[in-house]
C-alpha cells in the first residue's frame, strides 16, 4: 500500500530532511584525509541527536541478527552502498558515499552524497557528476501521472551513456513512517511501466552507479556491497515528494545543488 502523506505529514519529513540535509552538507568539510570513517560517523550521530532526531540505520532491520551498526553508511571507492564505518583512514584521492538517514516525530529523511577526499582524478570527477546529473534526471520525472518505470528508465539511460552501469539489487524506495515502505523503484526500467506516481507520495530517489560491469558482492561483514570488479563506483539520493509540476527535494545538501549540476553537465 503506498500512503499519501498529508500536509501535516509533510512538515514532519521536511523538518527530517532537513537535518539528513545539514549531515551531508557538514560531511563535505570532514570527509578530508586523515579522517576515519569511523570520526565520521560519530560527528553524524551527535549532530542528529543534537536535532531532537534519531538515526535511522543504526540497528536496521528491528530484530535481525545482524542489525547495521552505524548512523552513517560510509562507502569508498569501489564500495558502492552499505559501507560500515570504522578505522579506515581516508585518502586523498579517495571517492566516499555518505548515505544517513535520519527519524523526526517519527517521519524518516533519507540521502546520500559521493564526496572527493582531497584532490580526486578526472575520472572519479566525471562519475560524481553523472552520478549526480542521474539523480536530477530521475527527480525530474517525479510528477503526478508518470509511473515509477519512468524514473527508473530515466536513472539508467543517462548513466548508460555516459558509458557506466546502474545497480541491479537494490532499489528507490517510498519512504515516511518506515524507511523502505512501497514503490520500490529500480535504477532500470522501461518508460510507462510501473507505479502510478501521485500527488504526496514520498519517495528516495538514489541511483547507484559503476563505472565498470553492474555486478556487485556484498563483504564477509554482510553489509558492504562493492563492485565485483573493484573499479569506483558512485551514490547519490534524495527524499522527495511528489507535488503539482516539480517534485519537492526534503533533503537539500546545498540551496543551489540542482541548478549547478545542470551547469557542470
Ligand atoms: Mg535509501
Request: charged fraction near 25%.
Amino acid at each position: 500500500m503506498i500512503h499519501l502523506k498529508s500536509d501535516r505529514e509533510l512538515e514532519k519529513m521536511r523538518q527530517a530532511g532537513q537535518i539528513v540535509g545539514e549531515v551531508l552538507a557538514r560531511m563535505r568539510e570532514w570527509a578530508q584525509p586523515g579522517v576515519t570513517t569511523a570520526e565520521l560517523d560519530a560527528r553524524a550521530e551527535e549532530l542528529i541527536h543534537s536535532r531532537n532526531a534519531i538515526p535511522s540505520f543504526k540497528g536496521y532491520p528491528p530484530g535481525s541478527d545482524n542489525p547495521f551498526p552505524a548512523t552513517i553508511c560510509a562507502s569508498v571507492n569501489e564500495e558502492l552502498v552499505h559501507g560500515v564505518p570504522g578505522p579506515r583512514v581516508l585518502q586523498e584521492g579517495d571517492i566516499i558515499s555518505i548515505d544517513v538517514g535520519a527519524i523526526y516525530e517519527g517521519y524518516h529523511g533519507d540521502a546520500a552524497v559521493t564526496l572527493p577526499v582531497g584532490e580526486i582524478s578526472a575520472e572519479a570527477q566525471r562519475l560524481l557528476r553523472v552520478t549526480k546529473a542521474a539523480l536530477y534526471e530521475a527527480i525530474a520525472k517525479a510528477r503526478p501521472g508518470n509511473r515509477s518505470g519512468d524514473i527508473s528508465a530515466a536513472m539508467q539511460d543517462y548513466v548508460e551513456r555516459h558509458g557506466y552501469n546502474v545497480v541491479r539489487e537494490y532499489t528507490s524506495h517510498g519512504i515516511g513512517r518506515q524507511m523502505h515502505e512501497d514503490p520500490q523503484i529500480p535504477n532500470y526500467g522501461r518508460p510507462g511501466y510501473g507505479v502510478l506516481l501521485r500527488k504526496g507520495m514520498t519517495v528516495a530517489l538514489e541511483p547507484m552507479v559503476l563505472s565498470g560491469d553492474y555486478r556487485v558482492r556484498v563483504l564477509d561483514n554482510h553489509w558492504t556491497v562493492v563492485a565485483a570488479d573493484g573499479k569506483l563506483t558512485a551514490h547519490f539520493e534524495h527524499t522527495v515528494v511528489v507535488r503539482d509540476g516539480e517534485a519537492e527535494i526534503l533533503t537539500q545538501w546545498a540551496q543551489d545543488d540542482r541548478a549547478r549540476t545542470e551547469q557542470e553537465r
